[in-house]
């Protein structure tokens, strides 16, 4: 018996949620605001409610824009010692809007991932992918014996 292969990889699912659409089809809206995701996809009518995203993506955007913010602030510090009051000018804004600008393709992506490994409710939307998917196989491939 051959190992079903999910149609939709994880990293096509994560892409996706990442561009804001739905994982299964990649046409609908994965969002129906800016970080209120959406109950089902209008295009496919993948349901999205099962998603526990929670904080996760809030953390995972703190520590990429801090790990990108924080050192050079440092060598800008080091290096040429401006004011503060230019610091807090400058740092200030593009922390939050680094922050604003990457929290809705975080969340998509991680509603993404736990989309295609079935996390969460999502287990009967990946089984009923794998279920297919073997449909397809067997169609394709039809039995020696027969
Ligand atoms: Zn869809």
């Known amino acids: 018996m051959a190992l079903i292969k999910d149609p939709i990889s994880l990293t096509k699912a994560m892409w996706r949620g990442f561009l804001g ?6 046409n609908g809206h994965l969002f129906e605001r800016f ?24 953390y995972l955007v703190i520590i990429a824009v ?43 992506a991680i509603v993404g991932l736990q989309w295609q490994t079935g ?9 009923r992918r794998l279920a297919e998917a073997a449909l397809h196989l067997n169609a394709a491939a039809p039995s020696k014996a027969a």
Not at 35 to 58: I, N, T
Not at 119 to 127: A, I, K, N, V, Y
């Open 21 to 26: 659409k739905c994982p299964n089809c990649g």
């Open 35 to 58: 970080l209120k995701v959406a109950d089902h996809c209008e295009m496919c009518g993948e349901e999205f409610h099962h998603h526990r995203a929670d904080d996760f993506p809030a």
């Open 66 to 108: 801090g790990h990108a913010i924080v050192p050079v602030i440092l060598a800008v510090e080091i290096e040429y010692a401006p004011p503060v009051w230019l610091q807090l000018v400058v740092w200030l804004p593009l922390t939050l809007f680094s922050a604003l600008f990457l929290l809705q393709p975080t969340k998509g």
């Open 119 to 127: 996390m969460h409710g999502f287990e009967g939307s990946r089984q």
